[in-house]
Nanobody
Framework: QVQLVESGGGLAQAGGSLRLSCTAS????????MGWFRQAPGKERAIVAA????????YYADSVKGRFTASRDNAKNTAYLQMNNLKPEDTAVYYC??????????????WGKGTLVTVSS
């Protein structure tokens, strides 16, 4: 069973930056596309970014395009999400999961605890 651990969240001011990390174990990390999802209060969890197995291709939701950057280090079994120019509407719990790169749906039923990002105006 895959274990996912997200970290790096916290409180940031609007316009600030945070870098999230996601460490995966229990799977051969390097063969899977990875995605970042977020869930704001009262809303469903939704994809915000994805990166293919090699890091050579990325996807971003329109709401974060140009501000967020996904990357990965397969040697460390870790994916990253660099978030710049943060906005209050980015406030959410952020999760990672493997993704199907065709439709960015999550691969695994098991989710980590997520990491909370709070952006103040």
């Amino acid at each position: 069973q895959v274990q996912l651990v997200e970290s790096g969240g916290g409180l940031a001011q609007a316009g600030g930056s945070l870098r999230l990390s996601c460490t995966a174990s229990g799977r051969t990390f390097s063969i899977y596309a990875m995605g970042w999802f977020r869930q704001a209060p009262g809303k469903e969890r939704a994809i915000v970014a994805a990166i293919n197995w090699s890091g050579g291709s990325t996807y971003y939701a329109d709401s974060v395009k140009g501000r967020f950057t996904a990357s990965r280090d397969n040697a460390k079994n870790t994916a990253y999400l660099q978030m710049n120019n943060l906005k209050p509407e980015d406030t959410a719990v952020y999760y990672c999961n493997g993704v199907r790169y065709t439709d960015y749906s999550p691969l695994w039923d098991s989710w980590g605890k997520g990491t909370l990002v709070t952006v103040s105006s």
